[in-house]
């Protein structure tokens, strides 16, 4: 299994930015996937999670209400929608696959990881 994320970059505090993630390699069904982020010096934190209905989606307290995950199963894609950013959401984001229908915020319970996506928002 393949994931590779699109769409990160630098931008000012209150912008909008959308990552994309595409999955391949695999059979996703029953799948469950995730944004996680990590700042420099900081652990690797979640951000967001879909299951494969895309009914249920969970978020980070610090992004509820900015951020919004969603998902194209056709594609095999992922997205996370990304306003109002602040400079405390620069970070590295990563997008992740959990052979789970479950979502946990643990990160060592996904089995499959993206490269990562850049995000830095100036003040």
């Known amino acids: 299994v393949q994931l590779q994320a699109y769409g990160g970059g630098l931008v000012q505090a209150g912008d909008s930015l959308r990552l994309s993630c595409a999955a391949s390699g695999g059979t996703f069904s029953s799948y469950s996937m995730a944004w996680f982020r990590q700042a420099p010096g900081k652990d690797r934190d979640f951000v967001a999670g879909v299951t494969w209905s895309g009914a249920y989606t969970p978020y980070a307290d610090s992004v509820k209400g900015r951020f919004t995950i969603s998902r194209d199963n056709a594609k095999n894609t992922v997205y996370l929608q990304m306003n109002n950013v602040k400079p405390e959401d620069t970070a590295v984001y990563y997008c992740?696959?959990?052979?789970?229908?479950?979502?946990?915020?643990?990160?060592?319970?996904?089995?499959?990881w993206g490269p990562g996506t850049q995000v830095t928002v100036s003040s």
């Open positions: 992740a696959v959990r052979s789970r229908i479950a979502i946990v915020p643990e990160y060592g319970a996904y089995d499959y």
